[in-house]
C-alpha cells in the first residue's frame, strides 16, 4: 500500500515553517503573482528562497501555484516569472492554463508540473491528455466521487499521479471558477482576487418593486444560499488510499499558523496510524476528530465523494466560523530575561500574566501551562500583551521548543 504525500498550504515563510515541523510532506505556496490567492500575504522572491531550502532542508517538497486564467498581458510576466522559478528550483508548479503550461515545460522542463483543479479535470481521458503533454500530476475536480476517482486511477498510467482535497473549505463554483465576485465587485476570482461572494447573505427583488428586498428561505432556516461546510474526510482515509489518490491536499492558503499545525499535525497522525493498521487507526478516532475541530471551521462534510451534496452540506443561517481557540503565537528562540527562562513570541491576540494556555506540539502533545510573566521589547515588566504582533517574552510554567504553537481554548 503506497502512502500518500500530505500536501499542506502556506500563506507565507512563518506558516511553512510550522507545516513543515508539523508533519507535512510538502507544501504549496504563492509568488506575489500568478496564483489564485492574491489577499494572501505570499512570497517574496527571497522569502521563497528560504521557504524552498527550509523544506528542503527537512526533506519537504515545494509546490509552487501558478494557476491564473492568464489573459494575454499576463504571459509576458509570467514568462519572466518562470526564469526566477527555474532559479529558486521548486519541486513543482501548478498550473491550470495551457498557455502558462507551455512557458512552464518550454522555460524550465526540469520542473514537474501539476494540472490545478481549476482546469476542470473531471475524466480519465482529461487526465490522459495532460500526461501525454508532459504533466506529472492531475488535481481532480471537487466535483468527482471516490468511485470516479477510483475510476480514472484503472485508466491512466501508473506515473500519473491523482492530487485530490481531503479537508477546507469547499467553493460553491464549478472546480473553482467563479465569476460572480467579477460580476459584483469586479474583481477577478480567476486571477487570485476573489471577494468571497458565496458567504454573503442574499435577498430578492422584484424587477417592478426596486429596493423592496424579499428574503430568501430555504425552509425558514436563513439567506446564505451559498455558503457550504467545510470538506473533512478524515474518517474517510481508507477510502481515499483506495480509491487510488498519491497526494491528500489541504485547502488553506489564507489561513493561520495555527489552522495550519492543527490540520497538518492531526493528518499526519491519522495517515501514519493508518499505515501502521487500520485497528489503530480506528482507536485513535476519537483524538483526531477532537483535534481537527480546535482550529477554525464552518462545520464539516464529506462533499461529492459519497455523492452528490445535498441540503445538509449548506449552512443557512450564518457565514461565521466555528472558533473553539484562540491563536496566541509560535515559540520563538529561548531568551533569559530578567534573570527569568522565558520564549520570545510575535503574538497574535491578547493574553495576560496568569492565564492558563495550552502549548501545541508537533508530536501531538498538548502541554498546559501558565503564564507567569511578561516582558516587552524593553525588557520591561508588563500584564498583557494587547497590540497585535506585539514582540514579547514569556515566560511559562513550562518552557516551549522552537516552533511550538501558543493558543488557549475560548469560552465565549
Not at 512552464?104 to 473531471?122: L, M, V, W
Not at 449548506?314 to 503565537?329: F, K
Not at 507567569?372 to 508588563?382: H, I, K, P
Amino acid at each position: 500500500m503506497k502512502k500518500p504525500e500530505l500536501l499542506i498550504p502556506a500563506s507565507s515563510l512563518e506558516v511553512l515553517k510550522i507545516a513543515v515541523i508539523f508533519g507535512a510532506d510538502a507544501v504549496y505556496i504563492g509568488g506575489e503573482a500568478f496564483g489564485l490567492r492574491a489577499k494572501a500575504k505570499n512570497f517574496t522572491r527571497e522569502e521563497m528562497a528560504e521557504g524552498i531550502a527550509f523544506a528542503h532542508a527537512h526533506g519537504v517538497r515545494v509546490h509552487v501555484t501558478a494557476n491564473i486564467l492568464a489573459h494575454n498581458y499576463d504571459l509576458a510576466g509570467a514568462e519572466s516569472y518562470f526564469h526566477e522559478l527555474k532559479e529558486l528550483k521548486p519541486d513543482a508548479l501548478i498550473i491550470a492554463d495551457p498557455g502558462m503550461f507551455m512557458l512552464a515545460r518550454k522555460i524550465c522542463p526540469e520542473i514537474d508540473i501539476h494540472i490545478s483543479t481549476q482546469a476542470n479535470n473531471t475524466n480519465y481521458m482529461t487526465y490522459q491528455f495532460w500526461h501525454e503533454q508532459g504533466a506529472k500530476r492531475v488535481v481532480s475536480a471537487r466535483e468527482l466521487s471516490l468511485e470516479e476517482i477510483r475510476q480514472i486511477r484503472e485508466q491512466i498510467p501508473e506515473s500519473m499521479e491523482i492530487e485530490s482535497f481531503i479537508h477546507g473549505a469547499m467553493c460553491i463554483s464549478y472546480s473553482g471558477r467563479c465569476l460572480l465576485s467579477n460580476y459584483f465587485t469586479g474583481r477577478d476570482a480567476n486571477h487570485g482576487a476573489c471577494t468571497h461572494p458565496c458567504r454573503w447573505k442574499y435577498a430578492v427583488v422584484e424587477e417592478k418593486r426596486p429596493g423592496e428586498y424579499l428574503p430568501v428561505y430555504e425552509n425558514e432556516r436563513g439567506t446564505y444560499i451559498f455558503n457550504s461546510k467545510d470538506l473533512c474526510m478524515i474518517e474517510h482515509i481508507p477510502e481515499m488510499i483506495d480509491a487510488g489518490i498519491d497526494s491528500f491536499k489541504i485547502e488553506g492558503r489564507m489561513k493561520t499558523a495555527l489552522y495550519v499545525a492543527t490540520v497538518a499535525r492531526t493528518y499526519r497522525r491519522a495517515i501514519d496510524d493508518y499505515m501502521e493498521s487500520e485497528e489503530k487507526y480506528r482507536a485513535n478516532m476519537d483524538w483526531y476528530l477532537s483535534e481537527i475541530s480546535k482550529c477554525t471551521y464552518r462545520q464539516f462534510t464529506t462533499g461529492f465523494y459519497f455523492g452528490k451534496p445535498d441540503d445538509n452540506t449548506q449552512i443557512y443561517d450564518s457565514n461565521t466560523y466555528v472558533n473553539e481557540y484562540i491563536y496566541l503565537g509560535i515559540a520563538g528562540e529561548s531568551v533569559q530575561t530578567a534573570g527569568q527562562a522565558c520564549v520570545r513570541i510575535e503574538q497574535r491576540n491578547k493574553f495576560c500574566v496568569g492565564d492558563e494556555i495550552e502549548i501545541m506540539k508537533p508530536d501531538g502533545t498538548n502541554v498546559p501551562v501558565k503564564v507567569l510573566a511578561m516582558y516587552d521589547e524593553q525588557g520591561q515588566s508588563v500584564e498583557s500583551c494587547p497590540h497585535s504582533k506585539q514582540v514579547i517574552d514569556v515566560c511559562l510554567s513550562v518552557l516551549p521548543q522552537e516552533y511550538d504553537i501558543l493558543r488557549v481554548a475560548n469560552d465565549i
